[in-house]
């Protein structure tokens, strides 16, 4: 094949991945499903933009007639994995957008149906896709930090719209009891653990440092959110690597505030983080002293070379791109199966682990061989340029 027939199902959330496919040059998108009007609508809009002549209908079995290469899941959450292997044994390669899988059988399941069937599976992770995280992990491999004994990523995200009712419209709990709506019912993750919700920080530090879980330890905070009083306000989780690593992550869907993706990395000798609301690198490398202060580099979110469609900072359409280079090649698609339980099981297990009080939950390795070095740099290439440094001033005009 020269492209890649790809259907989407879900869009809400799936119109991201509709434009991106719309988008790139190995892909055709064939079709698209939605059970609710308003999506569809959107979607046949997108369509007729792109001259496209993909096909929008209702039901999933009506897309996997067109006999698509590939299916793109979007769908409710709490559904997805059984999407996914539903596509799979029709002979559908998939692209499952996150968290992908609410269990630890679910994971097993989706694997072992991967395997059985000869289909690919790849976790649509686009924060894994960040601009900075390649430099960083150039200057890993290239030993500027020393050895990176710890790592923090943040994911701060108010999600206060839990109730749905049938055309997709989200309300909080407040909007209900206010304006007197009725036929609504809780949406798939208002009673999803907040650290379930970890794959956007600990899948992209997991790739930088080519590493994997093997324990963890979590605990969480109260259950105080009037709107979402389904869930925990928020849940840390510190997490041992098979390298001896320690990486700690702190979801929270309940507090309000703006939200923010943070990053950091501790050397021992040299650290770099990243908050998303400045939008650049704070770096100290080896080869500088730390009397120096930090120093400012201008790296963003997205890659210039692919800004043909948007979502995420830019970072979506590598996840479309990347699934179907992949598959024109006949490789291993970037965030395989496994690599989809490197990222999601940590944290089903995390919650595990906190409801035992916060004590230590192993996690192990599903695959059939053990764990040696992630395939994901194998598809994202590295950079060749050295960005500009400058001295990191702060807001208030104070030098670091």
Same mark, same amino acid.
């Given at each position: ?8 199902l879900g ?5 991201? @991945?509709?434009?991106?496919?719309l988008?790139?040059?190995e892909a055709?998108?064939?079709? !698209? ?6 999506w569809?609508?959107? +979607?046949?809009? !997108? ?5 496209? &002549?993909?096909? *929008? *209908? ?8 067109m006999?698509?290469?590939?299916? +793109?899941?979007?769908?409710? #959450?709490?559904?997805?994995a059984? @999407? ?16 992908? +899988?609410?269990t =630890? &059988? ?6 072992? %149906?991967?395997e059985? %069937?000869?289909? =690919? ?10 601009n ?6 150039k $200057? ?19 999600l ?7 055309e997709?419209? =989200?309300?909080t709990?407040?909007?209900?009891r206010e304006e #007197? ?5 809780p949406? $798939?993750?208002?009673? =999803?653990p907040p650290?379930?919700y970890?794959t956007h ?37 510190l997490?041992k /690597? ?5 990486i700690?992550i702190l979801? /929270?869907?309940? /507090?309000?505030?703006p939200? !923010? ?31 120096e ?5 201008d790296i963003?979110?997205a890659?210039? &070379?692919?800004?043909?469609?948007t979502?995420?900072?830019g /970072? ?5 791109i990347?699934?179907s280079?992949?598959?024109? +090649?006949g490789?291993? *698609?970037?965030?395989?199966v ?8 940590p ?6 682990s906190?409801?035992?009080?916060g004590?230590a939950?192993?996690?192990p390795?599903?695959r ?5 070095? %992630?395939d994901f $740099? ?11 440094? %400058?001295?990191?001033v ?5 030098a670091?």
């Open positions: 094949m020269d492209k890649v027939k790809v259907g989407i869009l809400r959330r799936g119109m991201s @991945h509709l434009s991106n496919f988008n790139t040059d055709l998108v064939i079709g !698209a499903a939605d059970r609710i009007e308003q569809r609508d959107k +979607a046949e809009e !997108a369509i007729s933009n792109k001259e496209s &002549e993909a096909k *929008v *209908v209702c039901e999933f079995e009506e897309l996997l007639d006999q698509p290469d590939a299916v +793109a899941i979007a769908s409710n #959450g709490r559904m997805q059984g @999407h996914a292997i539903q596509a799979m044994e029709a002979g559908c390669h998939v692209i499952s957008e996150v968290p992908g +899988a609410f =630890q &059988e679910e994971i097993v399941h989706i694997a072992a %149906t991967s059985r %069937t000869g289909k =690919q599976y790849m976790l649509a992770e686009n924060s894994a896709f960040l900075f995280l390649r430099y960083w992990h $200057w890993m491999l290239e030993g500027r930090f020393g050895a990176v004994s710890m790592a923090d990523g943040e994911y701060l995200h108010y206060p719209w839990t109730l749905v009712d049938k997709g419209n =989200q309300y709990p407040t909007q209900v #007197g709506i009725t036929d609504v019912k949406l $798939w993750r208002s009673d =999803q650290i379930g970890l920080d600990l899948g992209p530090l997991l790739e930088v440092l080519d590493d994997r879980v093997v324990s963890v330890n979590c605990v969480e905070g109260p259950w105080w959110s009037e709107e979402c009083p389904l869930r925990s306000d928020g849940q840390y989780g997490f /690597t098979a390298k001896g690593r320690l700690r979801v /929270t869907l309940n /507090t309000r505030r939200g !923010a993706h943070n990053y950091r990395l501790f050397g021992t000798e040299g650290s770099v983080e990243w908050y998303s609301h400045e939008g650049f690198c704070r770096r100290l490398d080896k080869d500088r002293e730390e009397k202060g930090w120093e400012r580099i963003g979110t890659r210039s &070379e692919a800004l043909k469609a979502g995420h900072g /970072t979506d359409i590598w996840t479309a990347t699934f280079r992949a598959l024109l +090649a490789k291993r *698609v970037p965030i395989d496994y690599r989809m339980a490197d990222y999601t099981l944290g089903i297990l995390a919650n595990r906190a409801e035992l009080g004590a939950v192993a996690v390795d599903i059939r061989e053990p764990f040696v070095h %992630t $740099w194998n598809h994202v290439d590295l950079p060749d340029d050295e960005p500009e440094a %400058t001295k990191y702060s807001d208030s005009g104070q670091y």
